[in-house]
């Protein structure tokens, strides 16, 4: 079946450095992405969405590129902050049900 | 503050019990979600409704039940078929249905807990 995944399950950055946390999905016809950010024992908070229309959106310290051609979506946190430590989901829609269908998530540790 | 309303944050239930997780929202949405999250894990859907009393099954609905009488309201019933309740429960609304983009606003959880 159509699924959205991660290629890696953790993450571990220098406070400072630039993160980037990638995503692959498997419907060609997706057309609306989403990237969740999840601190431990709450629920996901929205960062940033892109539209399929468009292969870069900028945010607060958070890029999001998307590659059609790939089926890959990415999210950049620059200057990572402790704060920034959390599980990372990325979710596209389903053009078909319209529900949002999400990954597994990254974990990101941030070492000061 | 406008926003999602998840209780009990913990619940510990005995094996056979049914128990009923609360979700209220002040957002006007339309679409309400319930996912279950278990460690480590993606969340998956259990039930979403995208209009007062009509709801759909997602992909793990055995053993859970919901109703949508109100806008506000979109109750989980965690019955004694569930065979394994234990999880983290997130509440969601938003959605397609309201014709917007699709982003969806979270709860802050229940954690249901089975002795």
Known sequence: ?112 | DGGITQSPKYLFRKEGQNVTLSCEQNLNHDAMYWYRQDPGQGLRLIYYSQIVNDFQKGDIAEGYSVSREKKESFPLTVTSAQKNPTAFYLCASGGLADGGTGELFFGEGSRLTVL
């Open chain 1, 1 to 112: 079946g159509e699924s959205v995944g991660l290629h890696l399950p953790t993450l571990s950055v220098q406070e400072g450095d630039n993160s980037i946390i990638n995503c692959a999905y498997s419907n060609s016809a997706s057309d609306y992405f989403i990237w969740y950010k999840q601190e431990s024992g709450k629920g996901p908070q929205f960062i940033i969405d892109i539209r399929s229309n468009m292969d870069k959106r900028q945010g607060q310290r958070v890029t999001v590129l998307l590659n059609k051609t790939v089926k890959h979506l990415s999210l950049q946190i620059a200057a990572t902050q402790p704060g920034d430590s959390a599980v990372y989901f990325c979710a596209e829609k389903d053009v078909n049900q319209g529900n949002l269908i999400f990954g597994k998530g990254t974990k990101l540790s941030v070492k000061p």
